[in-house]
């Protein structure tokens, strides 16, 4: 199992362009999560999914889209890049998103946005 | 509003020292606390994870601790190594409510010297 896997590592965005960071999971999860983690700051959530077709927002969800189409895939889209957005973006899943379960987490997408 | 202070924001510590994280929460209603670590240019991975019920959960040299009258939990890494340096997360999970919403300190960064 390759787990969470993210692409891409890093990228660097002008300010107004759009990019879509993607994420996938091979562990058969309904739930997937995208949480932005700025420095010393706790990772905030941005929008999260529940299975294929269902999606809701997180703490954070201005200026960021999500599609879950599949159980596997949970892009996280932006469509006017602005500094604020400078941030590392993490996705996660888990089985079901309850009780003790564990959430499983990606290596991460570092976004500089200029 | 929920919240996760942890302390200190960082440490250095000799190999095969001990030490001791601490972390304070104001969430409610709460659900369980877990523990994550969290390598340099990695996703969170979790250490421990402890209802209100249990008072300490270990896994190797990391010995977590919870006190939920006085809302705090302490992470103890016993004997480091130098693979120990990372970050480590204090996270409150608030609720029962699907999404597993979950509240993120802003970590302790620790750095193990030989």
């Known amino acids: 199992n390759a787990g969470v896997t993210q692409t891409p590592k890093f990228r660097i965005l002008k300010i107004g362009q759009s990019m879509t960071l993607q994420c996938t999971q091979d562990m058969n999860h309904n739930y997937m999560y995208w949480y932005r983690q700025d420095p010393g700051m706790g990772l905030k959530l941005i929008y999260y999914s529940v299975g294929a077709g269902i999606t809701d927002k997180g703490e954070v969800p201005n200026g960021y889209n999500v599609s879950r189409s599949t159980t596997e895939d949970f892009p996280l889209r932006l469509e006017l890049a602005a500094p604020s957005q400078t941030s590392v973006y993490f996705c996660?899943?888990?089985?079901?998103?309850?009780?003790?379960?564990?959430?499983?987490f990606g290596p991460g997408t570092r976004l500089l946005v200029l | 509003k929920n919240q996760v202070e942890q302390s200190p924001q960082s440490l250095i510590i000799l190999e095969g020292k001990n030490c001791t994280l601490q972390c304070n929460y104001t969430v409610s209603p709460f659900s369980n606390l877990r523990w994550y670590k969290q390598d340099t240019g990695r996703g969170p991975v979790s250490l421990t994870i402890m209802t209100f019920s249990e008072n300490t959960k270990s896994n190797g040299r990391y010995t977590a601790t919870l006190d939920a009258d006085t809302k705090q939990s302490s992470l103890h890494i016993t004997a480091s190594q130098l693979s120990d340096s990372a970050s480590y997360i204090c996270v409150v999970s608030v609720g029962k409510a699907a999404g597993n919403k979950l509240t993120f300190g802003g970590g302790t960064r620790v750095l193990v010297k030989p």
């Open positions: 996660a899943s888990s089985a079901t998103g309850l009780g003790l379960e564990t959430q499983y």
